[in-house]
């Protein structure tokens, strides 16, 4: 049944722009898709190993500026006179340095953060993405700064027998972010449904009890981390590459709030969680545009996200799951009783 | 004399100005149950958290079939096949008890990451196995009925047993037991005995801590008794029974004159 939904909603989403033509729309669309798996790379992190990175944007902005520097080349000067030229390559091959990049700094950060945790990890992500955000805006000779990179090109795709395919439109845009996107989600679906999975929900759970099990802490957390930035880092190179021009202002604080609110809301630790999540607040600006003013629409989010979680306070897809489970047999009806003691201790 | 699977030497450990163990010397054999018994506060469990590398010895050294183990991680000594189980109850709580066996699965069940992601046939046979692996300790310690149930809403003695096969999970050829029975009651007990025998004859050494007199005296090779941080005495039951010293430690000083 499981895999039945699933192919129904790619399915469904494929045949989007079939019937629709409105540019407006598809353009919310495609950002929206790419936030999902940004939302999807955070998940993994907050959802399957419990630690919240409230820096994930600076993973996004590290893909999105490197994968439009390869593509567009840059001539900087270093100390001791040292210089380093770049001539433009493929936007493609941004993406898979995106990916790299991304992955090394996450990399980077876990180490840093993962010996100590908690709220450590959080205010290490934090300030590293502030951190990030000043060189993107102070090292203007290769970033240029607030005056941001401009006419950054299209993914150019190489089809066999085909020939080269560059996707300029929105509707090409659409389905190579719709791809990407399905590929994280069985991506992240075979990572944490494999013993690496069950080693980051084991020390979720119960960290002493992992460790004497022998589950290695530091490597685990790591390991995350340098995944879910990556695919972090492949969302912002995609949004490089579909927006075509990116400044400083990628890396706001906001835009990691985003990802956080579509990760609670969809239910963290729940695959589709992020995607549901995704979609109400990706799209939610687009139906609140025409009736309500911009600082209202803001107002409007706050509510429709306490709505939510006080109707729905795992989130929206662990809940409803919980509620259309069958009860089929002792174990199963139990499973509520147990989850909601766990609430009420972890709310009070 | 059999090999010496465990040896502890002149292992002290102390809290800013509280000893809370001194000079502590014990070695345990393959294929003994011995068991470390003494008063609350004696000691015990500090000892045992040493020998785990959940806690850093002031002085001293502790090995492991010839391989020192100061400054080795927690879960690096559990590579080494010592594993332990918790005085409190300790399960994955939100998982059923078979998940919570594959978790405990993890040292058999490493293939690479491609691998698992590519879901190449290595991988899934490797998962396969663990699955067999899992429903076969699920019965070793009789909890087939409850396997799919969450190990949260599982009675204490029953949570305990979910812990002692989670630590099967991991292999052990030395299994450390702290306070495994407290909390059951008399027949959970017995069957418990019945298990730990099992368990040693599988070839599994076992080093236990346990305040029930009766199951200590009925299982163990041997004792050694702890009180305030150092050892007072050690031999088989029958020498431990009769004791003066750890009578002393155990009912005060009127009951030896008595």
């Known amino acids: 049944m499981r895999s039945g939904i699933a192919i129904l909603t790619i399915v469904a989403f494929a045949s989007v722009p079939l019937w629709l033509r409105d540019p407006y729309l598809m353009n919310a669309l495609i950002t929206t898709g790419i936030f999902i798996i940004g939302a999807m790379s955070l998940n993994l992190l907050l959802g399957f190993t419990g630690q919240l990175s409230l820096g994930h944007i600076a993973f996004f902005g590290i893909g999105a500026y490197v994968s439009a520097l390869t593509s567009l080349g840059f001539d900087v000067g270093l100390p001791f006179g040292f210089r380093i030229v770049h001539v433009p390559w493929p936007p493609i091959v941004g993406f898979v340095l995106a990916i790299v990049v991304a992955g090394l700094c996450g990399y980077l950060v876990g180490l840093l953060s993962f010996r100590v945790r908690g709220a450590y990890f959080v205010i290490v992500t934090i300030s590293f993405a502030e951190v990030v955000r000043l060189v993107a805006l102070n090292w203007v000779e290769l970033t240029q700064g607030p005056l941001a990179l401009t006419n950054i090109p299209s993914i150019t795709i190489g089809l066999p027998g085909l020939g080269d395919l560059t996707l300029r439109t929105k509707l090409q845009n659409y389905y190579l972010v719709l791809a990407v996107a399905v590929v994280t989600y069985v991506l992240i679906s075979r990572l944490v449904h494999s013993h ?37 880092g492949a969302a912002g190179s995609l949004y490089a590459h579909y927006i075509r021009i990116i400044d400083p202002e990628v890396f706001a604080f906001i835009n990691t709030v985003t990802m956080v609110i579509m990760v609670i809301t969809g239910g963290k630790g729940s695959l589709a969680g992020p995607v549901v999540g995704g979609m109400i607040f990706g799209l939610l600006p687009v139906f609140l545009r025409p009736i309500m003013a911009p600082e209202a629409q803001w107002i409007a989010y706050g509510g429709v996200l306490i709505v939510i979680l006080f109707v729905l306070p795992r989130g929206i897809v662990p809940s409803l799951a919980l509620r259309f489970r069958k009860p089929k047999s002792r174990a199963e009806t139990l499973a509520p009783v147990a989850f909601s003691e766990r609430d009420a201790k972890e709310h009070a | 004399m059999t090999a010496i699977a465990l040896k502890v030497e002149k292992v002290a450990v102390h809290f800013g100005g509280l000893v809370a163990l001194s000079d502590m010397n014990f070695t345990v054999g393959e294929g003994e149950i011995v068991s470390l018994i003494g008063p609350n506060g004696a000691g015990k469990t500090t000892a045992f958290n040493v020998v785990t590398g959940f806690l850093d010895p002031t002085h001293g050294a502790v090995s492991y079939r010839g391989t020192a183990l100061n400054g080795l991680k927690p879960h690096q000594i559990a590579d080494l096949g010592l594993i332990r189980t918790f005085q409190r109850t300790s399960v994955f709580p939100n998982d059923t008890v078979y998940d919570n066996l594959l978790v405990g699965l993890h040292r058999r069940g490493r293939v690479s990451l491609l691998e698992a992601i590519l879901g190449l046939p290595r991988a899934r046979s490797s998962h396969r196995r663990l699955r067999e692996r899992a429903s076969e300790l699920v019965e070793w310690v009789g909890l087939e009925r409850r396997a ?56 599994v050494t076992i080093l236990l801590v346990e305040h029930d007199m009766p199951m200590v005296m009925s299982v163990s090779d041997r004792i050694v008794v702890l009180n305030y941080g150092r050892i007072i005495a050690e031999g088989t039951p029958n020498v431990i029974r009769n004791d003066p010293a750890v009578i002393e430690a155990y009912l005060g000083q009127g009951a030896t004159r008595a």
């Open chain 1, 196 to 232: 690496f999975g069950r080693a980051m929900r084991g020390l979720m759970e119960n960290e002493t009890l992992a460790v004497s099990v022998g589950i290695d802490v530091t490597r685990t957390l790591t390991l995350a981390a340098v995944i879910s930035a990556g695919i972090a």
């Open chain 2, 148 to 203: 799919h149930d969450l190990a949260g809403s599982l009675s204490y003695g029953e949570q305990r047993l979910v812990g002692v096969a989670l630590a099967l999970a991991a292999e052990p050829s030395m299994l450390l037991l702290d306070e495994p029975v407290s909390g059951m009651n008399a027949s959970e007990t017995h069957t418990f005995v019945q298990l730990v025998r099992n368990i040693r004859d599988r070839g």
